[in-house]
């Protein structure tokens, strides 16, 4: 009886069939992987949605029920029909977009002056222990005085305008700015810059390669929470130094007036404001983390 000897051909054919077998169920193995994970992610991003929403829902219903049986009087809390009504009427006649075109500029100009000064101020403090001792103290007792007492100063050195309300703004968003620049400096591994110092690295290739990136999600965080912030500074300056113009303008008519309604739709674009730019810093975090 002969025994039939399998041929190198035969033997290689068989262990390509073998081969794209295994191939093909760990593609399916991946694609299954890959759905879970999309699924997953999914319901991740729907969790995250409908509790806030739900509680939105409840809020508007207790709202509407409290204002609908005169429970609470309309002088006091307005019914959402009416401040709807006042925030529609609002945006189509421009007044909305007028203002907010004013806070947002203010409140932009002043943040990025803020941000212009206490970088490198912040930096300065964390590496020279003679200027943080020269510095701190002074800086601890600007962020003490609130911003409601500098305006009418800044009324009367600077005058009526968008300048000083920049101002006002500038140094609401400055002092977590240098805060969160000397954390981020003094929390760097002392070993490691050490380690770049051996390797060549001085001067300016050691901030931008090894201090800033390592202090970049402290400066990020200081970012997030100053750039909402700096919509409260343009608010304050604008009782003070900017009447006519700007959100804070709107909420001031609609004190005088006693016009509710007005003063919620209003409050309501102020809210929509920070979402929006709490948002743009997540996105800006997001970019963050892509280059660096």
Sequence with gaps: MSVTTPTPEHTILKLGKELSRHRAASIKTER????????????????????????GVIFLLAWYASTAHGHIPSSILPAP??????????????????????TIQESLLGFLLALAIALPLGYGIAKSRFLANLLQPYLAAGQAIPALVISPFLFFWLGIGVLPV?????????????????FGIHSIDR??????????????????????????????????????????????????????????????????????????????????????????????????????
């Design 191 to 292: 070993e490691l810059l050490d380690a770049a110092r051996l390797e060549g690295a001085t001067g300016l290739s050691l901030l931008l390669y090894i201090e800033f990136p390592l202090t970049l999600p402290a400066i990020l965080a200081a970012v997030r929470s100053g750039l909402t912030l700096s919509i409260t500074g343009a608010i304050v300056g604008e009782f003070f130094d900017n009447p006519d113009k700007g959100l804070g303008a709107l909420v001031q008519i609609a004190f005088h007036q006693y016009n509710m309604p007005f003063l919620f739709a209003t409050i309501l674009i102020l809210a929509l404001l920070a979402a929006l730019y709490y948002s743009a810093t997540r996105l800006l975090v997001k970019v963050a983390e892509v280059i660096y």
């Design 81 to 102: 029909a009416d401040v709807f009504s006042a925030l529609v009427d609002g945006i189509q006649s421009g007044l909305y977009w007028n203002n907010m075109l004013v």
């Design 32 to 55: 299954r992987y890959v759905r879970s994970s999309l699924r997953w992610r999914a319901t991740q991003r729907v969790l995250a949605i409908v509790p806030p929403f739900i509680l």
């Design 166 to 182: 920049i101002v006002i703004c500038m140094l609401v968003v400055i002092f977590p700015l240098i805060v969160n620049t000397v």
